[in-house]
T-cell receptor, first 113, second 117 residues
Framework: EAQVTQNPRYLITVTGKKLTVTCSQN?????MSWYRQDPGLGLRQIYYSMNVEVTDKGDVPEGYKVSRKEKRNFPLILESPSPNQTSLYFC????????????FGPGTRLTVL | AQSVTQPDIHITVSEGASLELRCNYS??????LFWYVQSPGQGLQLLLKYFSGDTLVQGIKGFEAEFKRSQSSFNLRKPSVHWSDAAEYFCAVGATLNAGNNRKLIWGLGTSLAVNP
């Protein structure tokens, strides 16, 4: 089944404790992206990647890192999480030539205490 | 600036009634337009998309949307709503292929749909 998977689905952590949210897709998509969803602010892009070893900042990259060592994986790293990073995170992927028809993972709900 | 407006934050309809969710966009060129649905605790599922051609597009679950360039709108419709349609609906605009590398979607804030039995 074609899908985007994220792990964990739910995470409660404390300020400053490094964490990684994994994202994996099995559709051979070149493009991958991370969004966060917050009430009243909608979905905002954090980082994106056009292909392996090619990443760039989205609208709200502060406090996040990403890597793209393999085509299928695009982990989101929070080196020192803070409470303002409490949010619902979505990973998405698409083919470069399929103009934004992005497939989304199920989401990761992160709470930073 | 690029933006998407969904004027209705919350809508309640009765099961079997018709539905129209509004979406207006601001974009410098012909956009790619999308409607996604998010059920409680679920991810985002693509309902339908408009890239070009026929301005009335059909999607999954009996939904359709009409692109009206003159009104900068892309309203979502369904003739008869089912209780399972209760969810959050998001309209999004995407950059065309020649607009640069980022395939970022610009999102509306969503419309929450409740369905009365």
């Amino acid at each position: 089944e074609a899908q985007v998977t994220q792990n964990p689905r739910y995470l409660i952590t404390v300020t400053g404790k490094k964490l990684t949210v994994t994202c994996s897709q099995n559709m051979n998509h070149e493009y991958m992206s991370w969004y966060r969803q917050d009430p009243g602010l909608g979905l905002r892009q954090i980082y994106y990647s056009m292909n392996v070893e090619v990443t760039d900042k989205g609208d709200v990259p502060e406090g996040y890192k990403v890597s793209r060592k393999e085509k299928r994986n695009f982990p989101l790293i929070l080196e020192s999480p803070s409470p303002n990073q409490t949010s619902l995170y979505f990973c998405a992927s698409s083919f470069i030539n399929r103009a934004n028809e992005q497939f989304f993972g199920p989401g990761t709900r992160l709470t930073v205490l | 600036a690029q933006s998407v407006t969904q004027p209705d934050i919350h809508i309640t309809v009765s099961e079997g009634a018709s539905l129209e969710l509004r979406c207006n966009y601001s974009y410098g060129a012909t956009p790619y337009l999308f409607w996604y649905v998010q059920s409680p605790g679920q991810g985002l599922q693509l309902l339908l998309k408009y890239f070009s051609g026929d301005t009335l597009v059909q999607g999954i679950k009996g939904f359709e949307a009409e692109f009206k360039r003159s009104q900068s709108s892309f309203n979502l419709r369904k003739p008869s709503v089912h209780w399972s349609d209760a969810a959050e609906y998001f309209c999004a605009v995407g950059a065309t292929l020649n607009a640069g590398n980022n395939r970022k979607l610009i999102w509306g804030l969503g419309t929450s749909l409740a369905v009365n039995p």
